[in-house]
Structures are given as C-alpha cells and as structure tokens.
C-alpha cells in the first residue's frame, strides 16, 4: 500500500503533463494561455528529476554515498567546504544562469513557440543535464579539477590542449555577442544608457564601502546599492525627457561599441574589489530575485501567448536569423537547452563544496532544469508580446526601411497585421523613442518581461519602468560577464604566450598584464565592431558562431563522459552520453559546414564573401558598404567567420577521434581504467 | 520561535553569501579551531577579502 500512493502521484503528473503538452502542441488557430506551457515544463522537469536523472546517479555511474568527496578530504574552510546541498543549489545556479537562456528563445520565437519549447525540454532532460551532472560527477571524483585537466588526464595531452584553445576561441566570440545584446538594448535609448552608466559609480561606491567602511557586509551594502539602481531607473526617465541631458546619454551603436571596448579593459586591470565584486553581488541578486519575480509574475497574470505555435519561418526564411529549423533552431536555443560552458562551472567551484555524492544529481541535473525553466519563461515571454511588434523589433532596418509605416507594411505582408500606431504606441509605453529594428533578443525580452510584470504591479505606468528594469537586470549581469570573462581570457592568453615568452606567465607584471588584456579587448572588440556595422544586425553573424560554439563544446565534454563510462567498464550505459554527443554533433558540424559553405549568402561566409568579391571586380559598391573599403571589409570579415567556424569544427572533430580512441582502448582492458582520486571512505580522517 | 527565526535568518543569509561565491566565516572559524588549533584564524574582514580575491582573481567562471 505504501509504494501504490507515491506511484499514483508519478502517474498523475505524468497525465497532467502529457495533457498540457498535448493543449500546447495541438492548439491552431487560437491563442493559449501561458500556464500550460509552464506546466507541461514542470511536469516534464520533475518526471526527468526523479526517473532519469536517478536512474543516470544509480546505474548508469553508480554514485556511491560512503566515499569521501574533495570538499571533506581536502577541507580548508576556504575553496573546499562541504556545503548544505540546498544553499550549493543555489551557489551552483547563480554561476551557470545567464544571458544566454534570456536570449536563445526569444530569438527562436520567430518560428512559433512550440519548436523552441520543445527543444528546450528535450535537450534538457537527455543532453544539457546529463551533461552537467556528468561533468560533475566526473570532477567530484577527481578531486575538483577542471575540464582542460580532465580531458588531458583521460584523453590525453593534445587533446586537452586542443579543448583549451577551443575553450578561450568560444570565449571571445560569447564575449562579443554579449557585448553587442547590451550595444543593440542601448542604441539611441537615453533612458537605458544612463541607468547602464550609472551602474558603475554605484558599484565603484559599494566597493569602497565594502573596503574600508564596513569591511565584508555584502548584504546590507547590496541593498543600498539595489535603491540606488531603482533610483537610477527612475531618475533614467526625466534624463531622457531633459532636452540637455537626453541627448548626453544618446549613443549610436560604434560610439557604444568604443565604450564598451574602453570599459573592458579598463575595468578588468582594475583591483577586483572596487568594480568587478561589487556589481558582481549586484547583478547575482538582481538576477535571482527577476527570474523568481516572473516566474510568480507569470504564475500570477497567466498571459495569453500570442505568437502562433509554429510561424511560415520554419522553412529558413525568417529575418532575425537565417536557416532552416534543423540545424538552427538547435543552435540558436543554446544555454536553456544544452550549454558546453557548463562543463566549465561543474568541473570549477561546485565539485569542492558537495558535501556527499548522493547530492550530485540534485545540484548537476536540478540546476541545469532549473535553468532551462528560465528559457522557457523568456519564451513565453516573447511569445506574450504581439507578433507584429515581435517581428518589428527583431527584423533589420534593411528589410523593414526607414520608417513606421514601411515596417509596419513589411510586417502586414508576412501575416502578422500590424499598424504604425500600435508600434508608435508600444515605443511610448515603454518610454522608448522606436522599437523599431531592435534585434539581440534583451530589448523583446524586456518588452515582453514589462509586459507580463505591469499587470501585477504598477498598471501601465510601471511599464516604462519595467522595460528599463528588465534592459538594466540583462545589462548588469552582462558587463559582469565581459569583465570577468576579459580578465579569464588574459590568464589563458598569459599562459599561452607564457610557453613562447616566459615573461608573459607572469601575471603581476603590469606590462604582460596591460598586453594581455589589450590583446583579448582587441579580439572580442573585431567581433564586437563587426557586429554592430553589419547591416543585417550581427546577432544575425555573431549568435550562430556563439551557438555552435558552445553547443560544441557540449559535445567535448559529452565525450570525455563517454570515455569515462567506457573506462569504468560501465560500456553499457554510454548511449546516455553517447546519443546527446551525436545529436549535438548532428547539429554543430551541419551548421558549422553551411555557415562555410551553403550556397545562400545569407547563411553561407563563403557565398557572401564571392558577392561581395564579384562586386569588387565590377568595381561595383553592395548596400551597406558605401566605399570600396567597406566591400573589402566585408570579405575579409567573412573569411575570419569562415575560418573561426572552420577552426570550432576541427577542436570538435579532433576531440571526438582522440575520444574515440580512448574508448577503443579501454574496451580492449579488463579491468577499469579510470584515473579517479583515491578511494577514501566517508568518515575517515582527511588526509590520512 | 525566536530561536528558530534567527536560525532561519542565519541560514537564509548564509544562502545569499553563497551565491556570490563567500562561503561561510563560521564554518571556516570553526575548521580552524578543531584542525589547526595552532594557527590563528583570519578575522571576518581578511576572511572577505582573501576570497573576493580567490573568486576573482583567478578569472571567475561566469556563464553566457
């Protein structure tokens, strides 16, 4: 009797869950309420929590409750501490949310919200999570190294060497993307830009604070700064109003890219504790508290979606982004789905603080659904906000023209009706001069977010504040991410050079240090510059190399759990690892092969660069380039693409050969051939 | 209920520390005095500081 209860509750979820789906995926024609995406979500999470991802800790690796994890052998207090598996969760989510799950869906909105839902759960629960907590088992076991380490010390050195040069090319192109969602979210919008700006004397206050005033009191001194930012936002308003200080705060996209590239290299050479720390708390809590408001935002208002389930743009010819739905729908989802960068948090701080291996799947597998949660809220986010106004934000100024009444017709065309005056309308509600041509996916997102939050609180007066609310939260953790992710590459690229120059290595010299950083700047800025020039928008360009890039670096780590599971003799479980590592591959490589070589210039680097060479030599000048300079820009920037895509296929395809021969190897031993650290029972002293 | 309130509050607070990577001073005090009963711990603020070091410096491991 007492095992029939809980078995009837599975199967009641597993109803409610397949009943949802089945009102999301057969509904045409008529809008559906938000609630039954989430709940088909929920169901989903919670049935893959307790089946699969059990399953995966039980059989497929065997975690095993009595041996000692690192943060007890090794326990300092300080970087290894066995940590109360519910206050980890937390640390451990806080580290792997970020912009990308925001981003992905709503840019994959444009085919309709149900092959971007569907994704996102699929990849969650057979790849993104796996992936997670295999990383993290596979860490935890090997006293908390990091992925470079782990790939060299399975796989072997030139394969561990390969990953970390394609770890730090994936490096700079998110850093560039991320940079250019903040350059489009700012582009001519005052309000925006100060609160944005006003973010650094805020945090460069609560570091100082946090220094020599109070010492260490990060939470009262995060809640000062949080009144500020609301300040800020308020006061943002009457800045653009003013007709001397609006203009002050009223950039283009290159002056914004100088003063993001400026930024970056100013504030990661700066001490951590004066800018990078403080906003850091800032951001994680902002971003925390946002993504439990709208969950109960959505909870509370249960929106009606208005995008359809699925729009004409499955067939490829969608104008935020271009391709057909496979391979790029799966590649414009990344983090929400499957993020390879994971790899690199579960394989960082998170495998010195489990206190116990039975924590492994609640902290690798729940935190990574958490996450996915979070795409599927900013999908529903973006599918709240009309269509039409959808579709006007995240097209081109080259498809839409130049005014209200051109982009509106453009759009009415398409199917999705739409006046001039509903998006003059939408811009004014939002405090906002045009939404028009604002792709990047944070500027829909805050649309969307104001949309769902100004029917809980504030009506619509709020939502102006609410838009800037959500531009601000996306923002903050971004420059963080730029800051931290500059100062991350320097190191990398310190030790890289450090193996022609030995100076290089050593990273108190200010000089190597200046250089480094110069160095990295100047690489995520190329990628930056060129997306904010390109006049088909740059995400365009710039999120496919970024989706690709880390949807590979997925399947790296995928294989390096697949070698282990060979090595552990556990063989016969490794098509858990194995059929994520080929469908992401699927994936990648197709992608990666069309962004060279399709014939359609606006996929194909290759294509494109030949149009624009043709031109060249009929002395002939292609919208947008306006001098023959420009059109030689143009094709060089198309051959770096190239290039960069050329280089991510051969890191990945190198990877999966030395993988391969691993496992071959190992099947041929008897016996397994893991390197784990020592087995110490639980309970003995450390170190003994 | 006053006890399990400010137990709460400790524990919520010790959440929020964690999120920001700071792990916590009592437990480090603690480790310290049972495992190097020798050694003289940090105070809280070189306990913060040494961290916010350790998080940073190193190139913090942030996500997309």
């Known amino acids: 009797m007492q095992n029939v209860l809980p078995r009837l509750g599975w199967a009641a979820l597993a109803v409610l869950g397949a009943c949802s789906l089945a009102v999301v995926a057969l509904s045409r024609g008529e809008t ?136 730090f090319m994936i490096m700079v192109i998110i850093l560039a993307v991320l940079a250019l969602i903040v350059v489009k979210a700012l582009t001519d919008s005052p309000w925006g830009s100060f609160t944005v700006a006003a973010t650094i004397p805020i945090a460069i206050f609560m570091g100082i604070y946090l220094r020599f005033i109070r010492p260490g009191r990060i939470l009262e001194i995060s809640v000062l700064g949080f009144v500020l930012l609301m300040a ?31 930024y970056g290299f100013i504030a990661s050479v700066l ?29 509370f208002v249960a929106p009606q979606l208005q995008m359809p389930a699925l729009t004409q743009f499955v067939d490829g010819t969608g104008p935020a982004w271009s391709g057909n739905l496979f391979p790029f729908l799966f590649i414009t989802i990344a983090c929400g789905a499957v993020s390879g960068f994971h790899a690199l948090i579960s394989s960082g701080t998170t495998p010195k603080l489990i206190e116990s291996e039975k924590h492994l799947a609640f902290i690798g597998y729940g935190g990574m659904l958490m996450e996915s949660f979070v795409a599927i809220m900013a999908l529903v986010a973006a599918s709240c906000v009309d269509p039409g106004v959808y579709f006007a934000m995240n097209s081109p100024l080259a498809v839409l023209g130049p005014t209200a009444e051109t982009a509106a017709h453009t759009i009415s065309q398409w199917g999705f009706v739409i006046t001039p ?86 990273t108190e010299s200010l000089v190597a240090n200046l250089i480094a950083t110069a160095l990295c700047v100047a690489a995520w800025g ?31 780590a995928l294989t390096l759990a697949t070698v282990v599971l060979f090595k552990m003799k556990r063989q016969r479980y490794a098509w858990t690892t194995i059929l994520p590592t080929v469908w992401l591959l699927a994936c990648t490589l197709t992608a990666g092969w069309q962004k060279i070589f399709s014939a ?11 149009k624009f060479s043709d031109a060249i030599a009929r002395n002939e000048i292609l919208a947008p380039a306006k001098t023959m300079a420009q059109m030689q820009q143009i094709v060089f920037n198309d051959y770096v693409d190239a290039t960069l895509s050329g280089v991510f296929i051969f890191v990945v395809i190198a990877v999966l050969l030395f993988g391969i021969r691993s496992c071959m190897k190992a099947l041929q031993e008897q016996r397994p051939t893991v390197r784990e650290s020592e087995y110490v029972p639980v309970g003995e002293a450390a170190g003994a | 209920m006053f ?55 190193g190139g913090a491991g942030k996500c997309c």
């Open chain 1, 526 to 556: 190329y990628f930056l510059y060129q997306g904010v020039v390109d006049p088909l928008g740059g995400i365009n360009t710039l999120w496919p190399l970024f989706g690709v890039a880390n949807q590979m670096l997925a399947a790296v």
């Open chain 1, 232 to 262: 800020a936002i308020i006061f943002g308003g009457d800045v653009a109003a003013s007709p001397t200080w609006g203009p002050m705060f009223t950039f283009d996209g290159k002056q914004l890219t100088w003063m993001l590239i400026g």
């Open chain 1, 600 to 610: 359609n210039p606006k996929v194909g680097f290759l294509s494109h660069a030949a």
């Open chain 2, 3 to 57: 006890n399990d309130l400010a137990r709460m509050g400790q524990y919520l607070g010790q959440a929020a520390r964690a999120l920001v990577g700071l792990p916590d001073y009592d437990t480090y005090v603690q480790h310290m005095r049972t495992t190097h009963p020798d050694r003289t711990p940090m105070t809280y603020e070189e306990f913060f500081r040494e961290r916010q070091e350790a998080r940073y410096s």
């Open chain 1, 32 to 167: 559906i309420n938000a609630l039954w995406i989430v709940i088909a979500a929920v169901s989903v999470y919670l049935i893959g929590y307790r089946f699969y991802a059990r399953f995966l800790a039980h059989t497929v690796v065997g975690v095993d409750p009595n041996r000692m994890t690192p943060a007890y052998r090794y326990n300092d207090g300080l970087d290894y501490v066995p940590t109360n598996k519910n206050i980890l969760y937390g640390h451990h989510f806080a580290a792997i949310a970020g912009a990308g799950p925001l981003v992905g869906p709503v840019l994959a909105a444009q085919m309709g919200y149900l092959p971007g839902m569907l994704w996102i759960l699929a990849g969650v629960i057979f790849a993104g999570a796996v992936q997670d907590f295999m990383v993290l088992f596979i860490s935890t076991r090997r006293d908390g190294r990091s992925l470079g380490d782990l790939i060299k010390s399975e796989l072997g050195p030139i394969p561990g060497v390969i990953a970390l040069f394609g770890t």
């Open chain 1, 421 to 506: 005056d509903v998006l003059a309308q939408t811009a004014a509600d939002i405090g906002e001069k045009s939404v028009i041509a604002r792709a990047g996916g944070a500027p829909t997102l805050a649309v969307g977010m104001a949309h769902i939050l100004h029917q809980a609180i504030g009506g619509k007066a709020m939502m102006a504040f609410w838009y800037h609310f959500a531009i601000l939260f996306e923002a903050l953790f971004i420059l963080t991410a730029v800051d931290a992710g500059t100062r991350a590459g320097r190191f990398m690229l310190q030790d890289l050079l450090g193996t022609f120059v030995p100076s290089f290595k050593r």
């Open chain 1, 271 to 299: 001490p951590v504790w004066l800018l990078l720390a403080p906003r850091d708390y800032l951001s994680t809590f902002l971003k925390i508290g946002t993504i439990l408001g709208l969950a109960i935002g959505i909870a």
